[in-house]
């Protein structure tokens, strides 16, 4: 049997979070990050999106109402990425953080992007990055990926925004 390959189109469409604190969740997602709601499901449920997609984030408290974090060394979702079209916005998401003092729990430059890591009120991981082009991300001698951690140089970042 020939091995499959997944089409190279195809994306993960959506996240759906079991949340503690729906109301927490939105200041956090819609507030802070500035996702749109697209619908809500009573006080139980949110879906929420960028650019009017129908949602690539749910959030519900249907099993998880008033439930405390899911452990750190259990097994469960390591973070959410959220892939932003340009550095210019991930310097924007950056500024609006520190302005809200919310903390970071890590900034990196893994040579193919650069991300900024926090947790929501749920202590679920959310990774902010960009991607690089394609043609600058590093490469060894055979031709694989070099992918590496990093500190993220924060100064270089906020300079995009041109402060």
């Known amino acids: 049997m020939e091995a499959y390959k997944i089409p190279a189109q195809t ?33 139980q449920a949110a879906f929420i999106s960028a650019g ?50 919310y903390p970071l729990t890590g900034a990196s430059d893994h040579g193919v992007s650069e991300a900024l890591y926090l947790d929501d009120p749920d202590g679920h991981g959310v990774e902010l990055y960009w991607d690089r082009p394609k043609e600058l991300w590093p490469k060894k001698a ?9 500190p993220l140089d924060l100064v270089s970042l906020r300079n995009e925004l041109n402060l």
């Open 11 to 43: 994306r993960i469409g959506h996240v759906h979070l079991k949340v503690s604190d729906l109301e927490k969740s939105l200041s956090f997602y819609s507030g802070l990050l500035g996702f749109e709601i697209t619908t809500m499901y009573g006080d």
């Open 52 to 101: 009017g997609y129908h949602h690539h984030i749910g959030l519900n408290t249907w099993h998880s109402q008033g439930a405390p974090p899911a452990s750190v060394n259990g097994v469960g979702l390591y973070h959410t990425a959220i892939l932003y079209p340009d550095r210019k916005d991930l310097a924007e998401i950056f500024e609006r953080i520190r302005a809200a003092n």
């Open 142 to 150: 055979d031709g694989t990926l070099e992918m590496y951690t990093r």
